[in-house]
């Protein structure tokens, strides 16, 4: 095959999208942030603390009260080809009723193979002619959450993110995209409850394509079309998830958490799913002793399909996306560990994913 594969998924994903919603556009975002939600199997709306509330829900920025918060993660997908790496920070201000946060996010294919010139036009073929070149996704979230409403025993916060997205494959393509997320917590006693809106006005990415003349002959020729500027549009997602603090004594507690996730850019393989939306439940469990070690489990992705081996009878069934995790807190520091399958139970694609998280306290004069 002479086409790059990139240029492929350009011409299939992005060419002709003339600011139309596109199914799963800026995917990417919607992988997670940090390895305790990961292995709660992403449900942790309601119950995320620290910095990465900046990504899943930023009104929970609130939790980081005098002392800034770090949280970095890194984790690499399908067998190290795909590399995910996050970072984010978060400041509190205004007597600890505001917080800040600043979230970067990369997922990138490096070392990808361009084939366009292996090919001679006498058939012959060279392979000192293929280059290499990366496809990367960038995001910035600038996030800010503020304590609207506070007593004995509840807190109400609202939080929002200004996100600026940068997509390129290689010297072929870019994108640049901006949008707003919006969420809303309230926590009583043992209770939490969460509520994001993502983008909320829709988020844009506008597609520019820049080719050399050989490389537009050579797509010419191998009867390629050349992809124009065009604009791609993700839809707004609903996200609720309510959280419960089971308290056994003094030294354990189990915080449990469901959540629903709402898409409405076309009919998905969920549970539920229509033509106008479709919804996406996770649940996700955590158990703690004093606070210092960790266990957590979560169960995401449901899906329909065929049975495995019934290819005649074409029987479908239930799929989901388990996950394992496990971390430990020493004073300041937490180091987190989740163990997810990227695919279903019956088609194992496993994931190792760690994640550090450190309150940055000022040095004693």
Not at 120 to 138: C, H, I, M, Q, R
Not at 225 to 251: C, M
Request: with cysteine.
């Amino acid at each position: 095959m002479r086409i790059i594969c990139a240029i492929a998924f350009i011409l299939g994903v992005t060419y002709g999208a003339n600011a139309q919603f596109r199914t799963y556009s800026n995917e990417f975002l919607n992988i997670g942030a940090g390895a305790r939600a990961l292995g709660m199997g992403g449900a942790n709306i309601a119950s995320v603390s620290g910095a990465a509330a900046g990504y899943w829900n930023p009104a929970r920025l609130t939790t980081v009260k005098e002392i800034p918060n770090l949280a970095i993660m890194h984790t690499e997908y399908f067998s190290g080809i795909g590399k995910y790496d996050y970072a984010s920070i978060a400041l509190p201000v205004n007597d600890n009723k505001r917080t800040i946060g600043v979230s970067l996010l990369r997922f990138a294919i490096d070392d990808i193979p361009n084939t366009l010139y292996l090919v001679k036009p006498d058939g012959s073929v060279n392979y000192n002619d293929v280059e290499t070149f990366s496809s990367a996704d960038y995001a910035l979230m600038v996030s800010m959450a503020q304590v609207l409403k506070e007593g004995d025993d509840f807190t109400l916060s609202a939080g929002g993110n200004v996100k600026v997205i940068h997509r390129s494959i290689g010297s072929f393509a870019k994108a640049w995209g901006f949008g707003i997320d919006a969420g809303i917590h309230f926590e009583k006693r043992q209770w939490k409850f969460g509520a994001v809106l993502r983008d909320v006005t829709t988020t844009f990415n506008a597609w520019s394509f820049n080719f050399t003349e050989r490389e537009k002959q050579v797509l010419y020729l191998t009867n390629n079309d050349i992809p124009q500027q065009s604009t791609e549009l993700t839809a707004p997602r609903l996200v609720l998830g309510a959280s419960y603090d089971f308290k056994f004594g003094e030294n354990l507690q189990l915080t449990t958490e469901g959540m629903i996730e709402t898409t409405f850019d076309g009919k998905r393989n969920t549970i539920l799913k229509t033509s106008f939306a479709s919804i996406d439940p996770r649940a996700g469990l955590e158990l703690s002793y004093k606070d210092l070690i960790f266990v957590r489990a979560g169960i995401s992705n449901f899906q329909q399909a065929l049975k495995d081996g019934d290819i005649t009878n074409q029987q479908k069934v239930w799929i989901y996306q388990p996950a394992l995790g496990a971390g430990f807190k020493v004073k300041s520091v937490s180091i987190d560990y989740a163990f997810t399958n990227l695919a279903n139970q019956n088609s194992p694609l496993y994931t190792h994913v760690f994640s550090l998280s450190l309150d940055l306290k000022k040095k004693d004069k």
